[in-house]
């Protein structure tokens, strides 16, 4: 965990949705009216403009969803990994008192046995 370079980054400023494009609907009327006008080709031309921006928005849209869900998961990760790391040091703790508490005893009983070895002799 130490090593990972995103363990302790902070977690991704929020990003917000694209602005929606504007969306006409063009009918075949409209298609007539722009032919007998001459404009059928500035027509197409605003027709392919809009669906290339309407399908960027939806690109741009679920890139963004892709990072959240992405970012979301590396975070329960790094929650797993700090409980693991608290689970560890809580164990360590127990284990440090027990031989802190084994040592004592040793301590006491080497004591009791010289001042029982320092009695007998005196």
Do not use: C
């Not at 080709?41 to 939806?58: D, P």
């Amino acid at each position: 965990m130490l090593v990972d370079p995103e363990f302790h980054e902070p977690p991704l400023p929020w990003e917000p949705m694209p602005i929606r494009p504007i969306r006409i609907r063009y009918t075949m009327a409209m298609r007539i009216e722009a032919s007998r006008n001459g404009a059928l080709e500035q027509q197409i031309r605003k027709e392919v403009a809009q669906l290339a921006a309407q399908g960027a928005y939806e690109s741009e849209v679920r890139r963004i969803k892709q990072d959240l869900a992405a970012a979301r998961y590396r975070a329960q990760e790094r929650k797993r990994q700090w409980d693991q790391l608290a689970r560890f040091e809580r164990y360590e703790r127990r284990a440090v008192s027990r031989r802190n508490t084994a040592i004592r005893a040793f301590d006491e009983a080497l004591a009791a046995a010289q001042k029982a070895r320092d009695h007998n002799i005196g």
